[in-house]
């Protein structure tokens, strides 16, 4: 088996969890009031709970692996 065979390691997000991170990113970008509450929650559980209240449905899990991706330069949304 050659490394060309071995499958990918890598799990694509789901469509669901695509969406609310897209969604989430984009309230962050036209909110200055929901990305400095954001920039301040202090755990994922705290980000989720936060995205409900905005009607935003994401896992803990799905946050953690996309934290450098949600705001500008890729820095970590949220301590952590």
């Known amino acids: 088996m050659t490394t060309c065979d071995l499958p990918s390691t890598t799990v694509p997000a ?16 036209r909110d200055p009031h929901f990305a400095a509450a954001l920039m301040a929650t202090g755990s994922t559980e705290e980000v989720v709970h936060l995205a409900q ?17 949600l705001m500008t330069g890729g820095l970590p949304t949220w301590r952590g």
């Open 14 to 29: 789901a469509p669901a969890t695509t969406d609310a991170l897209h969604q989430l990113k984009e309230l962050a970008q």
């Open 53 to 69: 209240a905005h009607g935003i449905t994401l896992s803990p899990e799905a946050l953690w692996r996309h934290r450098g991706t």
